[in-house]
């Protein structure tokens, strides 16, 4: 009798375990395709409406936040001790971190509802966070304008980046107007990396992001809904400015006053132009340049 009270307890037991694991969804079935969606990669009709009902389905209706790709510029304190590229290189790492698939989706891995949602969908947390950001990344490139040239802010970028690069100068070292300088340099790791991402979307995507923007609109966040390099522009320094100072001419923040190296003028100002701007007139008509003969104007 008690060889069959033990059994009896030995099975419930046993059914138990079976039920918790069936509940957790330890034994679903293995997933016939677990590749990830790349950025440069179509997204069909299928897949789009595939991650819209993942997210209806979610308690908010709008997706979980892990898609911070979008990072503010650099922004290093006065007191930073290290060399400036190695800031540069701390910083890249962290754009590097943000943009990575595998971190999105070990964010992820704590959001119980999600994972139920996603075993009803048979998508992993990988292909969900590769398709949401393939999807988010075609909206933000969207709204580019015309005159935002990716190939022209990455060849720009480039070359600013490539000096910081070989900048072996303690940050906390550097003048305000020096610090100021390189900041502003900095901000352009921050524009490559997004204008590398943008240009990798296929104009397929592009065109099915704005066919379902208003739906698409109402569960992204912020940041994938507006124009991506708007709030890190610098039309000056994108576009070039009529004075630059070159790198083998050297910069003005490397420039030593001496009183005893300035040079003083000793003429006597022109009596006659003092009196005259003193009594608040002009220097008159600028004079004409005199037409060579035979300029072809009339009368020539």
């Not at 069909?44 to 997210?55: G, K, M, N, P």
């Not at 048979?122 to 950001?133: C, E, N, P, Y």
Request: aromatic fraction near 6%; include cysteine.
């Amino acid at each position: 009798m008690n060889a069959v009270v033990e059994k009896s307890k030995w099975l419930i037991h046993l059914l138990a375990v079976l039920a918790m694991f069936l509940a957790s969804g330890c034994m679903d079935e293995p997933l016939d395709y677990v590749e990830v969606k790349r950025l440069d990669e179509p997204v069909s009709e299928a897949e789009l409406q595939s991650l819209l009902r993942i997210v209806h389905a979610l308690p908010e209706g709008r997706l979980p936040r892990f898609l911070e790709v979008f990072q503010p510029v650099p922004e290093w304190n006065r007191s930073r001790n290290l060399p400036v590229n190695e800031l540069l290189e701390e910083q890249r790492q962290l754009l590097e971190r943000r943009w990575s698939i595998d971190a999105m989706a070990e964010s992820l891995q704590g959001n119980r509802i999600l994972r139920r949602v996603l075993r009803r969908e048979r998508m992993t947390l990988k292909q969900f966070v590769s398709l949401a950001l393939a999807v988010g990344v075609a909206m933000a490139r969207s709204t580019l304008r015309e005159d935002q040239d990716l190939d022209a802010i990455l060849q720009k970028g480039e070359i600013a980046l490539k000096r910081l690069r070989r900048d072996t100068r303690p940050y906390s070292s550097l003048t305000k107007a020096g610090m100021y300088y390189v900041a502003q340099q900095a901000r352009w790791l921050t524009r490559v990396y997004r204008a590398r991402y943008l240009k990798m979307v296929p104009d397929a995507n592009v065109q099915l992001v704005r066919s379902h923007w208003p739906e698409l609109a109402k569960v992204f966040p912020e940041p994938f809904t507006t124009n991506p390099l708007d709030a890190i522009s610098d039309p000056l320094e994108e576009r070039g400015v009529p004075f630059k100072e070159l790198a083998e001419t050297g910069s003005d923040d490397n420039l030593r006053w001496s009183p005893s190296r300035a040079i003083v003028g000793s003429d006597v100002p022109d009596s006659q132009m003092a009196d005259r701007s003193a009594a608040g007139e002009g220097a008159g008509p600028a004079p004409q340049a005199p037409h060579p003969a035979g300029d072809g104007r009339p009368g020539a």
